[in-house]
């Protein structure tokens, strides 16, 4: 049976086991709570969003590297430094990805980031943009 608490005049029940009332403002922890699902549920969208690049990149980069198709003057693309770039920029933005979702796996399972400096948040937001 849950204890009753006076406080200035009115009566008020005391939460259930578990949740308690935090500072003056009366916020309690399953506000708290509350947030670190919606939390945690963004970081479960970030991955999905992380693994479909992860697949789309190695979609592109299996039919750019499977063409072989000779250009209107007999030659291959690969002789193009514009095709070679772009092949390059995809394994690249397919590793980015594949460390990020590794990254992400790992920081929903522990609590922390295998790269812990305060300057990731920066490289992240930099390699997002350069890369897309």
Not at 12 to 29: I, L, N, R
Not at 30 to 38: E, F, H, N, T
């Amino acid at each position: 049976m849950p204890e009753v608490v006076l406080n200035r005049a009115v009566r008020e029940q005391v939460p259930a086991a578990g949740v308690k009332k935090v500072g003056p403002e009366g916020s309690s922890t399953a506000s708290v709570m509350r947030g670190s699902r919606k939390e945690e549920k963004m970081k479960i969208g970030e991955l999905g969003f992380r693994v479909s690049e992860i697949v789309l990149c190695l979609i592109s980069f299996s039919v750019m590297a499977a063409d072989k198709t000779k250009g209107w003057s007999g030659d291959s693309f690969d002789r193009y430094k514009e095709y070679r770039y772009c092949l390059a920029v995809n394994v690249i933005g397919f590793a980015y990805a594949g460390f990020q979702a590794y990254d992400l796996t790992y920081h929903i399972a522990t609590g922390k980031h295998v790269i812990r400096h305060h300057l990731r948040h920066h490289f992240n937001f930099f390699m997002d943009q350069e890369l897309k």
